[in-house]
């Protein structure tokens, strides 16, 4: 009975140590070079908005369950309060992405007065 409860703890050491040697591997493998996520935003359950860098490029993409949607595209400049915020100023991506909502909606107004 000792033997198997001690063969049993060893597999369990066996089997814990491989899969933190794995993920580490899977971890450094799985690092991107040419795509970065610089910010990363709830939305709800299931409902992400992301801010990826591709290349020399940005681009605002919304996750759902089962989709993806590439939403827009921005300039680095207008990425800037976003940057900076990592970088302790108190700008906050939410109020960022209200703004770039509100700046939408605006231009939707004109279209539909004219």
Do not use: C, R, W
């Not at 108190?90 to 909502?101: A, G, L, P, R, V």
């Amino acid at each position: 009975m000792i033997s198997i409860i001690g063969a049993f703890t060893l597999v369990l050491i066996a089997a814990y140590f491989t899969a933190k040697i794995i993920s580490q591997k899977s971890a450094v493998f799985m690092k991107g070079k040419n795509i970065k996520i610089i910010e990363k935003q709830s939305l709800g359950v299931n409902k992400l908005l992301y801010i990826v860098n591709i290349g020399s490029k940005y681009y605002i993409i919304a996750t759902g369950k089962n989709e993806i949607t590439m939403l827009d595209t921005i300039e680095k400049e207008e990425l800037n309060p976003v940057i900076d915020m990592k970088n302790n100023i108190t700008e906050k991506f939410s109020s960022y992405f209200d703004k770039k909502i509100d700046k939408e909606n605006y231009i939707d107004k004109d279209e539909k007065n004219d």
